[in-house]
């Protein structure tokens, strides 16, 4: 059998939508979903559209992402704190109005890790971020990455939240990360997925990347006013979709270091523009 493992769409409906394409003219079979499926990119909705679509007609799987956590919590403490014209919770809001009762109920239903059976012989474990975190990174030499591997109980384990494609390999246990489709990093932009072939105990990797219409997209942005929305974390977003390595949270990290050396505090999402605009300028020199 033949699987795709998609991770970290973001919202990316554009490149979803030549990921699937392409993975069927390859004879996929069953797709697995990674997390984090809606994020700081246009017509969430559409993104939903295509996932239900694909679990009418294939085998699919699907695990809540880091993303999926925060439409919940937002709905569950009542809707308060995030607001539009601000770049640290303005993208957040945008994309939480585009999802229905039936899309958050869709993410309730889902786990942060769990066994699936691609065989009679090979099962595997797939997460967001590692087995116990759904925020928590598997990296290749990472003391707390060996741990979990070293107490997996199956062989291989399918991860996202990186945003890079990555194979770690310890002993006789690997861990697979195939990047990002919405917002992925040292791609230089290309959108990215992976094919899992599997045969009896034996399975093997294919990293898949493309490029896709990112102009495209970014005009979609200016079309739904993500700019207004969340102008310094949109700024961010086209660099990185643009091919830019500077992640969304290093940017973030440096704007919270500003507020605080100047205010003595700052507390996420209270974070004044001025400070998001100095660390956009420091780091991107725009």
């Not at 569950?76 to 993208?91: F, L, R, V």
């Not at 099962?123 to 741990?147: A, F, Q």
């Not at 992640?247 to 505090?265: D, F, I, P, Y």
Request: glycine share 6%.
């Amino acid at each position: 059998m033949r699987a795709a493992v998609l991770a970290d769409i973001h919202s990316n409906y554009i490149a979803l939508e030549q990921c699937i394409l392409y993975a069927v003219s390859r004879n996929v079979d069953t797709f697995i979903f990674l997390g984090d499926y809606i994020g700081e990119l246009p017509y969430p909705e559409r993104t939903m559209e295509l996932l239900y679509d694909l679990k009418d007609h294939y085998k699919c799987w699907f695990i809540k992402g880091n993303k999926e956590d925060y439409w919940l919590n937002y709905r569950a403490e009542g809707e308060k704190g995030w607001e539009y014209y601000n770049s640290t919770s303005g993208s957040m809001l945008y994309a939480y109005k585009s999802l229905s009762d039936e899309d958050l109920d869709f993410f309730g239903q889902m786990d942060i890790a769990c066994e699936i059976k691609l065989n009679e012989a090979m099962t595997v474990t797939i997460c967001h971020g590692s087995p116990y975190k759904v925020n928590e990174m598997l990296l290749p030499s990472d003391e707390r990455t060996i741990n979990i591997m070293e107490e997996a109980k199956k062989p291989l384990i399918l991860c996202g939240h990186s945003h890079i494609q990555n194979k770690i390999v310890h002993g006789e246990k690997t861990v697979l990360n195939p990047g990002s489709v919405g917002i992925p990093y040292f791609s230089d932009g290309k959108s990215q997925f992976m094919l899992l072939d599997v045969e009896g105990e034996n399975c093997s990797e294919e990293f898949i990347s493309f490029s896709y219409d990112v102009n495209r997209l970014i005009k979609e942005m200016h079309e739904v006013r993500l700019y207004d929305y969340a102008p310094y974390w949109s700024v961010v977003t086209e660099q990185v979709l643009k091919g830019s390595n500077i992640s969304h949270g290093t940017v973030l990290s440096r704007a919270m270091e500003l507020c605080k050396k100047e205010n003595g505090q700052c507390q996420w999402p209270d974070i004044p523009e001025k400070f998001w605009a100095k660390a956009v300028n420091e780091l991107y020199g725009i």
